[in-house]
């Protein structure tokens, strides 16, 4: 059954599912990653989409998910992430599935993080350089490299990006320091925002 009614509308939504659609035709992560990324550069710079409203409102306790779509025929989900001053998230994984992040609004630091050991729910990382994504900018993340924080490092700005999962993410593992550099895993329930 096709769900998409339960998704919110918005100015150029088949535009960007179109495109979104033409690069998960590939067969290949890294070549799917390379499309989304250009894909959703152009759905930025493009005036024609505009994200629906409620992205625009961040929550004041938490960064916001709220899901655009998911594709009935390719598996694929379409999620806006409102971030508030400040707001980021723990150290965590996309469950496997691979995932393009693309920064519609404002400017995030992505950090991300080399597993070095695993001792059963026990790892241990190393985090690379922190990365800057201004506004426009688009980067992926596919597994096993997928270890990573996100945060909006403004005071007193909004940050917006739009993330294309290989499927619905509806839990992911969240990695809480504990001691001598190890982290310990917990699995975390995804909610969605109202749209």
């Known amino acids: 059954m096709d769900t998409t009614c339960t998704f919110p509308t918005f100015h150029g939504r088949d535009r960007l599912i179109a495109a979104v659609d033409h690069a998960v035709e590939q ?4 070549r799917i990653s390379q499309m989304l990324q250009l894909a959703l550069k152009q759905a930025i710079a493009d005036s024609t989409i505009e994200l629906p409203a409620c992205v625009h409102q961040p929550v004041e306790d938490h960064y916001a998910r ?17 971030w508030g001053p400040g707001q980021g998230t723990p150290l965590h994984d996309h469950s496997g599935l691979w995932c ?9 630091e992505i950090t991300q993080y080399e597993l070095l ?23 992926s993340l596919i597994p096993p490299h997928e270890y990573h924080t ?7 700005q909004l940050a917006i990006s739009v993330h294309v999962y290989q499927g619905e993410m509806v839990r992911s593992s969240i990695f809480e320091p504990t001691t001598n550099g190890w982290y310990e895993r ?6 969605v925002d109202a749209a």
Request: aromatic share 8%; with cysteine.
């Open 27 to 30: 067969n290949d992560p890294h």
């Open 66 to 82: 709220r899901e655009l779509y998911r594709s009935p025929e390719h598996g694929y989900s379409i999620v806006a992430m409102s």
């Open 100 to 108: 393009v992040e693309g920064v519609w609004l404002g400017q995030l």
């Open 117 to 139: 050991e695993r001792d059963g729910d026990r790892f241990r990382f190393r985090p690379q350089p922190c990365v800057i994504g201004d506004c426009g900018s688009a980067g």
């Open 150 to 156: 996100i945060r909006n490092a403004s005071e007193d």
């Open 186 to 191: 917990r699995t975390k329930e995804l909610e």
